[in-house]
């Protein structure tokens, strides 16, 4: 690696040291047990985990996935163990690792959220908390939030009296409009975002004349959500002062590079994981590689670059 | 044993009518057990996520997977040549419980559901249970010689819906009158449709005997994402990871009705 060597990886977001800059996207590497057989999680930047809601939730019914060109639709419906099991049994197992990890907190009122944002901050386990109020799979406390931001301002700025750790927002990448969603966020306390979710979407199998998903609808995620990725952070970068975490279909280096320079601080990936449990690690290197061949010593001196260069 | 992620090279490919049997070289230490599967990338055509593939052979340096071509992941799979080179995660998820008191074992098996139960007849013959493999398909060609091969090592009982080979019917057609569960174990892999007549034809009491290997779509074969959801009994409402808790459940364990529904 001799000519990389003088490149740093490390960043800092919200305050967070990462040793680099890859995070794994919420509810695409588990709660990190079952991609611990064929991952060192400590090659992680960061650890975004499954959803997280009060009570156990069971999730949508199947066909929960469909592939499409460049894209996978999904429609989990935020299945998870609830609060109790994830603070006894996972969360005390993450901590083990050199690793920080977000929280990702959903709900199907405010008192939920609050509720479970509260506990896992008061847990002193988790870096932040990552509030997903853009879950496509579920009606109320996910699309509804992300359409009316005096709302979602409300439910964050409660969250925010009870949680003491950073507490990052995850917005949907079609929003009413990324800068006013975003400013109310920002106003309502939040110390950074998330961006993007998936996209509301939908298949049908035309043989059968039935829908592909046994949800209806779900999300898209993977390449084919990229470009739209990159127009979320930009637009919200230019909008407010707050630090970026991109994610949507990243799926090279150069998908990474693309989201640091559009404004994120730090990126996630997210479906490749699915396919490669080993992306991350892989995606570290070649970032190595293309600072060191582009002559960036640091992974900050790309973030923001393009409003830097004078592109509005 | 935890599932290896390696890159391999195809030895062999054998073509048997609509599908083609992929031998290849497997690492040190690969171990599967019967039922469980692995997930093989198939480039392409914007094609982003591995294909489950049940182990159909395994022979200490190599193993192999018998694939049905269904679409394009399937199709790319079955054009790959000896010399190329395979991406695979495995050996994946829960197999077959090959313990039981009943001496005599039937496997049913509905098109390509027959590949996870060649490999369980190999290892139940060599505990030293009788195993016989019933297979049923649309017609007697479908599948090439593959059943000639298949009848030189287990007592095959086939099943054509054209009559064109074996009996004329469905697999169940085939199976031993009365044979409702006591005295056999059932091991199954098959359609949906399948899977589901034989259930009701065993339940209730036949339930505890069978063991199925269920399909399911699938993105990580880890556990992780939770998209290969099969509805069980207990607790009521819940899913299980076909791929990681699964593929194969108990005949107890599922929650019939749901999967009916969800057909
Ligand atoms: C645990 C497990 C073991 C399997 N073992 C075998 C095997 O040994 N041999 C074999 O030929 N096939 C097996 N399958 C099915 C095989 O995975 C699918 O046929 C394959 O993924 C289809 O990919 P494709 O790109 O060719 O088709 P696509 O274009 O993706 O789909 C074509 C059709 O196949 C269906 N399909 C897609 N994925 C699956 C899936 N995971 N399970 C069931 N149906 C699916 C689609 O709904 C669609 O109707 C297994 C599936 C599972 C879950
Ligand atoms: C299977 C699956 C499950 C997901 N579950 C969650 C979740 O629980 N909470 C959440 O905020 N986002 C969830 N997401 C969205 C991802 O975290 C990510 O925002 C999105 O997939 C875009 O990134 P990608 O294209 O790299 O996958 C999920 C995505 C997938 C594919
Ligand atoms: S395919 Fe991801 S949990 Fe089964």
């Known amino acids: ?312 | 044993m935890p599932p290896l992620l390696f890159k391999t090279t195809l030895l062999e490919r054998r073509d048997y009518g609509c599908a083609s049997e992929l031998v290849f070289r497997v690492p040190p230490g690969f171990q599967p057990h019967p039922g469980q599967f692995l997930h093989i990338l198939c480039d392409g055509e914007g094609r982003l996520l591995r294909r489950p593939f049940s182990v159909f052979g395994h022979n200490g340096r190599s193993a192999s997977v018998l694939v049905r071509e269904v679409g394009g992941g399937s199709a790319w799979l079955r054009r790959r040549m000896p010399g190329d080179e395979l991406d695979v995660l495995g050996p994946l998820g829960r197999g077959f419980d090959l313990d039981g008191e009943e001496e005599e074992a039937l496997l049913i098996a509905g098109g390509a559901g027959v590949a996870p139960l060649v490999y369980l007849g190999q290892r139940l013959r060599e505990r030293g249970v009788r195993a016989t493999l019933f297979w049923g398909m649309e017609s007697g060609k479908e599948y090439g010689t593959l059943p000639e091969r298949l009848g030189e090592e287990i007592d095959l009982r086939l099943a054509t819906t054209d009559g064109s080979r074996g009996k004329r019917g469905t697999v169940l057609d085939l199976l031993p009158c009365g044979s409702s569960g006591a005295g056999f174990r059932y091991y199954a892999c098959g359609p949906r449709p399948m899977l589901l007549s034989l259930a009701s034809r065993l339940a209730p009491g036949g339930l505890s005997s069978l063991q199925v290997s269920v399909e399911e779509r699938m993105a990580c074969g880890l556990g992780a994402c939770r998209g290969c959801a099969v509805p069980v009994a207990d607790p009521p409402g819940a899913y299980r990871a076909a791929c990681r808790e699964g593929p194969v459940f108990g005949g107890e364990e599922l929650d019939w009705e749901r999967l009916r529904v969800s057909t």
């Open chain 1, 1 to 312: 690696m001799g000519t990389a060597e003088g490149v740093d990886l490390r960043v800092e977001i919200a305050g967070i040291p990462l040793k680099n800059p890859f995070l794994a996207c919420s509810g695409t590497f588990g709660n990190g047990r079952e991609m611990s057989e064929l991952v060192d999680l400590e090659a992680l930047g960061g650890l975004m985990t499954k959803a997280v809601t009060l009570e156990p939730c069971a999730g949508n019914p199947p066909p929960r996935l469909w592939e499409t060109r460049w894209g996978m639709l999904n429609s989990i419906g935020l299945e998870n163990k609830g609060l109790e099991r994830f603070l006894s049994e996972d969360l005390p197992w993450l901590s083990g690792f050199d690793l920080p990890v977000w929280v990702n907190v959903a709900g199907f009122s405010v008192r939920e959220y609050v509720e479970v944002a509260s506990a896992v901050s008061r847990s002193g386990l988790a870096a932040a908390v990552e509030l997903n109020i853009s879950c496509p799979n579920v009606e109320r406390g996910g699309a509804h939030f992300s359409r009316h931001p005096g709302e979602t301002a409300g439910l964050v700025a409660r969250v925010r009296e009870v949680v003491d750790i950073p507490l990052f927002v995850k917005l949907p990448p079609l929003t009413v409009g990324m800068g006013e969603m975003a400013r109310a966020v920002a106003e309502a306390g939040a110390d950074g975002l998330s961006l993007v979710n998936t996209i509301p979407a939908m298949a049908v199998d035309v043989e059968r004349a039935c829908p592909r998903l046994g949800n209806v609808t779900g999300g898209l995620s993977g390449p084919a959500l990229h470009p739209v990725a990159v127009h979320a952070v930009w637009e919200a970068s230019g909008s407010v002062d707050l630090p970026v975490i991109g994610m949507g279909g990243v799926w090279s280096c150069s998908d990474a590079v693309e989201l640091f320079m559009a404004g994120a601080g730090a990126v996630a990936v997210g479906t490749l994981n699915l396919v490669e449990p080993r992306a991350v690690p892989r995606l570290v290197e070649e970032l190595r590689g293309f600072m060191s061949a582009n002559g960036y010593l640091t992974v900050t001196e790309m973030v923001g670059l393009l409003r830097r260069k004078g592109w509005r």
